[in-house]
């Protein structure tokens, strides 16, 4: 990821400790928009983001979403529902947005949470525009 983002090799080595040639990871750019990681951001109008995620919970278990978001952020998941047989099971799901900017917010935030009727697993999501960005 430290590679995709415009580092150089000197800087790479003081953030993570090792020696790395992104030379060798040319093909292997990761944004980090892309990581795996609960909570979402982007500075582009549209943008989606893949996630998977594990059950470590019980057996036979559905999450259906739930999306908060302002009026300028539209947000919408694919699927809607998680359902898991067994524990450790993985499911991936794509988050999709599309913001516009109002008149003196560019930051926008919305979440996403999963939920299973006991249990929530919350993500939240941000949109960081810059000038006249637009979207929907």
């Given at each position: 990821m430290?590679?995709?983002?415009g580092y150089?090799?000197?800087?790479?080595?003081?953030i993570s400790g090792h020696d790395n040639n992104c030379l060798e990871n040319l093909?292997?750019?990761?944004l980090p928009k892309d990581l795996?990681?609960?909570s979402m951001i982007t500075s582009a109008g549209r943008a989606n983001f893949a996630r998977t995620v594990t059950n470590v919970g019980i057996a036979n278990l559905t999450y259906k979403a739930i999306i908060t978001s302002p009026s300028n952020l539209r947000i919408s998941v694919?699927?809607?529902t998680l359902s898991f047989s067994f524990l450790h099971e993985k499911q991936s799901f794509v988050v999709e947005?599309?913001?516009?900017?109002?008149?003196?917010?560019?930051?926008?935030?919305?979440?996403l949470v999963w939920y299973?009727?006991?249990?929530?697993?919350?993500?939240s999501?941000?949109?960081h525009l810059k000038g006249n960005a637009t979207g929907i």
């Amino acid at each position: 990821m430290l590679c995709g983002t415009g580092y150089t090799p000197e800087q790479i080595k003081t953030i993570s400790g090792h020696d790395n040639n992104c030379l060798e990871n040319l093909n292997s750019k990761t944004l980090p928009k892309d990581l795996n990681y609960p909570s979402m951001i982007t500075s582009a109008g549209r943008a989606n983001f893949a996630r998977t995620v594990t059950n470590v919970g019980i057996a036979n278990l559905t999450y259906k979403a739930i999306i908060t978001s302002p009026s300028n952020l539209r947000i919408s998941v694919t699927p809607e529902t998680l359902s898991f047989s067994f524990l450790h099971e993985k499911q991936s799901f794509v988050v999709e947005t599309d913001a516009r900017a109002s008149k003196n917010n560019y930051v926008i935030s919305g979440s996403l949470v999963w939920y299973d009727g006991i249990h929530t697993v919350r993500s939240s999501i941000v949109v960081h525009l810059k000038g006249n960005a637009t979207g929907i």
